[in-house]
């Protein structure tokens, strides 16, 4: 099982990025996306079911979008209206049969 994901990048205040997660081995019930900033712990930023259904964090409602291409087996995370605040490693996730795995984590940073 190996999830791959995108280079992250520097940005700057209110810009986008989007970033991806191809997973291989199997096709996972959950995908998400989570982040942790310096000094933080892991928060979860948003997820999609199998069925499509997603959840976001409040900090992510309305300037992020979870989606996923099940041909693909891979979860998009499109963000928007970045802020300083969003800074932080992001770890792409997958959950099938109780089993959960990890990305290797990607370094987004918003300057102001």
């Known amino acids: 099982v190996q999830l791959m994901e995108s280079e992250g990048g520097l940005v700057q205040t209110g810009c986008s990025l989007r970033?991806?997660?191809?997973?291989?081995?199997?096709?996972?019930?959950?995908m998400a996306w989570y982040r942790q900033a310096p000094g933080k712990e892991r928060e979860m930023v948003a997820l999609i079911t199998r069925s499509g259904s997603t959840n976001y964090a409040d900090s992510a409602k309305g300037r992020f979008t979870i989606s996923r291409d099940g041909a693909k087996n891979t979860v998009y995370l499109q963000m928007s209206s970045l802020c300083p605040d969003d800074t932080a490693v992001y770890y792409c996730?997958?959950?099938?049969?109780?089993?959960?795995?990890w990305g290797q984590g990607t370094q987004v940073t918003v300057s102001s």
């Open positions: 996730n997958a959950r099938v049969v109780g089993l959960t795995y």
């Open positions: 970033l991806s997660c191809a997973a291989t081995g199997f096709s996972f019930d959950v």
